[in-house]
C-alpha cells in the first residue's frame, strides 16, 4: 500500500521563512539563515517541501533540501497566485500563502524539481552577474547615444569601460569554471556542435536547463516557454500562443535559431517552409528554436554531437 504524501507549505522571503504543516494544521516562523535552516531541514523526516520560486532568497532552503535528499517542489509564484484564487482566496499574507501552498501539493501532487548542482549553481551565478552588466553596458551606450555634455559623455565612456572590463573578467571566471569540471566541459563542447548555439547560449542552456537530457521532447519544450498552448472552445479554434516557462532560455534559443536559419541549410530550409505554408515570421523562428532545443535535448540523452 503507497503512503499519502506529506506536504509542507512554505512561504520564503528575505529574512525568515514561514511554515504550514498539513499534518498537524500548525504554522511556524524560522530564520532564513543556514544555522536554522538546517536545523529544522534535519528534523522534517519523509516529506515534501513545496514552495515559490523566489530568486536568491530560496537559495539556502534549496541547499540544505539538497544535502539530505529531501525532495521540493519550486513553484511558478503565477501558477500558485492562479491557484489562490480558484480556491476561493483573495487576499495574501505570508502564513497564508505557506498553507495554500500546502494545499496546492495536496490536490495537485507536482513532480519535485530537479535539484540543481553546485557546480552548476556557480555557473548560473556567474552568467547571471554577466548578464546583469551586458545590460548596465547597453544602458550606458543609450545614454551616451543622446547626451552631449562634455563631462557626462567622458563619465560614461569611463563606465562603459568600467564595466566592460568587469564582463570580460567574468567571462574568465565562466571559462575557468567550466574547463575545471569534466562534464560540464564535455557538455559545453557538445552544445556547441549545434547550429546556432555558441558559448553564451551553451552556458545559459547548462546553468539554466538541469533537466537536459531527462525529460521527453514535450516537458523541455514548455520548462523553455517554446510549446505552443491551445485556445479552443466549441466551435471556436484560436491561434495557439507560447507563454510561461524560463524566459532566459527561450530568448536563448530564439537567438540561437536565427542565426541557425541564417547559417545552417537544414533549419534555413524548415524555416521557409514554414514560411511558405502561411506562417508568421516571428511563430517560424520559435518553431526552429523548439525544434532545436528538442534536438538538443535528444542530444544530451545519447551523449552525441549534433547530427542532421
Not at 52 to 69: F, P
Not at 184 to 207: D, F, I, K
Not at 235 to 250: A, C, D, N, Q
Amino acid at each position: 500500500m503507497t503512503l499519502p504524501q506529506c506536504y509542507i507549505g512554505v512561504d520564503v522571503s528575505k529574512n525568515w521563512i514561514d511554515v504550514f504543516v498539513a499534518s498537524t494544521q500548525k504554522l511556524t516562523r524560522i530564520a532564513n539563515r543556514q544555522s536554522s535552516l538546517s536545523e529544522w531541514v534535519a528534523g522534517l523526516g519523509e516529506v515534501t517541501v513545496i514552495f515559490e520560486a523566489t530568486g536568491r532568497y530560496d537559495h539556502e532552503l534549496r541547499t540544505q533540501l539538497d544535502e539530505l535528499g529531501i525532495p521540493y517542489v519550486r513553484m511558478n509564484p503565477l501558477r500558485a497566485r492562479q491557484f489562490a484564487r480558484a480556491a476561493g482566496f483573495l487576499a495574501k499574507t505570508d502564513r497564508l500563502d505557506a498553507r495554500i501552498l500546502c494545499m496546492m501539493g495536496e490536490a495537485l501532487r507536482p513532480e519535485p524539481t530537479m535539484p540543481i548542482q553546485p557546480v552548476r549553481q556557480r555557473l548560473y551565478d556567474l552568467q547571471a552577474r554577466r548578464e546583469d552588466i551586458v545590460v548596465m553596458i547597453i544602458a550606458e551606450q543609450g545614454r551616451l547615444s543622446i547626451v552631449k555634455d562634455p563631462f557626462i559623455c567622458s563619465d560614461l565612456k569611463a563606465s562603459i569601460r568600467a564595466l566592460t572590463r568587469r564582463r570580460d573578467a567574468l567571462q574568465k571566471q565562466i571559462d575557468a569554471h567550466i574547463e575545471a569540471n569534466r562534464q560540464l566541459a564535455e557538455q559545453y563542447r557538445q552544445l556547441q556542435s549545434a547550429p546556432g548555439v555558441g558559448p553564451q547560449v551553451a552556458c545559459r542552456l547548462m546553468a539554466s536547463m538541469p533537466e537536459l537530457g531527462r525529460v521527453n521532447r514535450r516537458q523541455i519544450a514548455s520548462l523553455a516557454g517554446l510549446a505552443p498552448h491551445a485556445r479552443e472552445s466549441g466551435l471556436y479554434k484560436g491561434k495557439r500562443t507560447i507563454h510561461g516557462g524560463r524566459s532566459h532560455v527561450r530568448r536563448a534559443m530564439y537567438m540561437a535559431a536565427l542565426v541557425a536559419i541564417r547559417w545552417d541549410q537544414h533549419w534555413k530550409m524548415a524555416y521557409q517552409t514554414m514560411r511558405e505554408a502561411g506562417k508568421a515570421a516571428k511563430t517560424a523562428i520559435i518553431a526552429v528554436a523548439r525544434r532545436l532545443l528538442v534536438r538538443i535535448n535528444a542530444m544530451v540523452k545519447t551523449g552525441l554531437s549534433y547530427q542532421v
